[in-house]
């Protein structure tokens, strides 16, 4: 059996203002034809399909959308809901979708009831030889506070609301394997010690307490873990397939992809990594603006999505005009100043107070929120405007 591992799709999220709809239509384009071409019996999506709880129209279309096109390209579909989830929306119509291939698993009270599929020995002609059961649940956001009574958990934490999970889990195991062998997958959103975190994921718990054990999840075949952004192997059977398309410029050197898993007959697996193709570059760009804007090394980042910090001595003037003549797509600018005086720690009204004129207050402003003075240019207009103040309160 072929499974493909993917998460965190967060349909409906912009990037720094940017609407990312079509670049995740791209990707579902992507993730089709690769249950195409490789065969994939079931796609797997641990959770974050949509960005918000109530997503909008037509992020509900794209997602109706991706499930049709993945079922008729031949996959089943297991789907558990994330902390940006509505559970109740996501699994609403569950048992009739389930009709069609997509499996909704968001109750808590369903966390132990499988997805079951038969693991046959294909080289044994059409028919196979049974070689039991894969059996896959899914493990929905688990809330402490909301889920720890239900579950029966001690305390009212995420350790001990996964573990309460995990051993509801391990328990149906035991009772199937009573009538052949039986291969459990897990689908988790959760945090698991050890993983790398990145910017764009929202916390799971105040003070970084949310982590869970990774042991937790050592007995199942293999446990497609979702909420961290980042692809990586916690241990060769428990992985996070990462968000599919980079949501912060802290993942701008991840590449984006999703696990592959094959369950041979005696349920062993393989593991092999799939990339996307991604829509745009990221570049985290630093330097003086003469450097950035003539450097030939930065050539790459025209075209790319751009997080720029400036760090030149004195802030530019029109900074951000002058980074989007070479760089088009900058959405973050911030400065750093190396080399230059350091900011007066005095309080702003305690330069007000000390400013010997009308000019000085001015001049004293203009420095406070920019981090620059006035040039000759800036001085002389406000010398101006001034003197044209001071003749006008002369005329009243």
């Known amino acids: ?5 993917t998460s965190d799709w ?15 239509r791209s990707f579902v384009d992507q993730l089709v034809s690769l249950v195409e071409a490789k065969s994939v019996d079931v796609v797997l999506i641990a959770g974050d399909v949509y960005d918000r709880a109530l997503p909008g129209l037509d992020v509900v279309k794209l997602l109706d959308d991706a499930l049709v096109r993945i079922t008729q390209a031949g996959a089943a579909v297991v789907l558990t809901s994330g902390n940006h989830d509505s559970a109740i929306r996501l699994g609403f119509a569950s048992r009739l979708l389930e009709r069609g291939g997509v499996h909704l698993r968001t109750k808590v009270e369903e966390l132990d009831v499988p997805v079951l599929f038969p693991l046959a020995d294909k080289g044994a002609g059409k028919d196979g030889v049974g070689n039991g059961q894969v059996a896959i649940y899914g493990i929905p956001y688990l809330e402490p506070r909301l889920v720890a009574e239900r579950l029966g958990a001690e305390n009212a934490n995420h350790f001990d609301v996964t573990l309460a999970g995990v051993e509801r889990i391990r328990r149906d195991v035991q009772a199937r394997r009573a009538s052949g062998p039986v291969y ?5 959103h959760t945090f698991a010690s050890g993983g790398i975190t990145s910017e764009s994921e929202r916390d799971l718990s105040i003070g970084g307490l949310g982590a869970v054990p990774l042991d937790l999840f050592e007995d199942f075949a293999y446990t497609a873990l979702g909420h961290l952004h980042g692809r990586q192997e916690l241990a060769p059977n428990v992985r996070y397939s ?3 398309l980079a949501y912060s410029f802290s993942e701008a050197k991840h590449h984006k992809g999703a696990w592959l898993v ?4 005696s349920g062993a697996i393989a593991v092999d990594e799939v990339l ?4 745009k570059a990221l570049a985290t760009l630093r330097g003086t603006l003469e450097e950035l804007l003539g450097g030939e090394e930065h050539a790459w980042a025209e075209t790319a999505y751009c997080q720029i910090t400036l760090t030149d001595a004195q802030r530019p003037g029109q900074a951000m005009e002058k980074v989007r003549t070479r760089f088009p797509d900058t959405l973050v600018l911030s400065f750093d100043p190396q080399g230059g005086q350091s900011r007066p720690s005095t309080s702003y009204s305690n330069r007000l107070a000390a400013a010997e004129d009308d000019l000085g207050v001015c001049c ?5 929120v920019r ?3 006035a040039n000759g240019a800036e001085e002389a207009a406000l010398t101006e405007a001034l003197e044209a103040v001071r003749l006008q309160e002369a005329e009243l």
Do not use: C, K
């Open 371 to 373: 981090e620059r003075g």
């Open 242 to 244: 990462g968000s599919p």
């Open 276 to 279: 996307w193709e991604a829509p």
């Open 184 to 188: 459990p997958v897990v689908l988790a």
């Open 10 to 24: 967060h349909l409906g999220r912009s990037f720094h203002g940017v609407g990312m709809l079509d670049a995740q």
């Open 364 to 368: 004293g402003f203009l420095e406070h």
């Open 262 to 265: 094959d369950l041979d007959a």
């Open 1 to 5: 059996m072929r499974l493909l591992h």
